[in-house]
């Protein structure tokens, strides 16, 4: 059974790049989380970074008790950042 997509209203300002056991990945790490969305597993959501539209993506564990954003190199190009460059992402629907 699949939940209904619920509405959400959530900016925040990160740097890109999480530290993942020992390895830095092109990701954005979502502080507080599991209190936002009820949840420290996996979800999907619909949002944006720096004003450009991602839909369906997944916020995934960070290994502590956050969520993080994984940013392909398709969308860092688009954006032209990198790791250590700083995003703004606003999440606008929980999916799952």
């Not at 300002?13 to 390895?23: K, S």
């Not at 502080?31 to 619909?46: H, K, N, Q, Y």
């Not at 004003?51 to 502590?64: D, F, I, K, Q, S």
């Amino acid at each position: 059974m699949t939940a209904e997509p619920t509405a959400i209203d959530h900016s925040f300002t990160a740097p890109i790049g999480v530290d993942v056991r020992g390895e830095v990945w092109p990701c954005v790490e979502l502080a507080g989380a599991t209190e936002l969305l009820g949840t420290g597993r996996s979800v999907r959501v619909d949002g944006t970074v720096d004003g450009v539209a991602v839909e369906n993506v997944g916020l995934m564990p960070t290994g502590r008790g956050e969520l993080m954003l994984s940013l392909n190199a398709k969308l860092r190009r688009r954006l032209g950042k990198d790791v250590g460059d700083t995003v703004t992402v606003r999440l606008t629907r929980r999916r799952s």
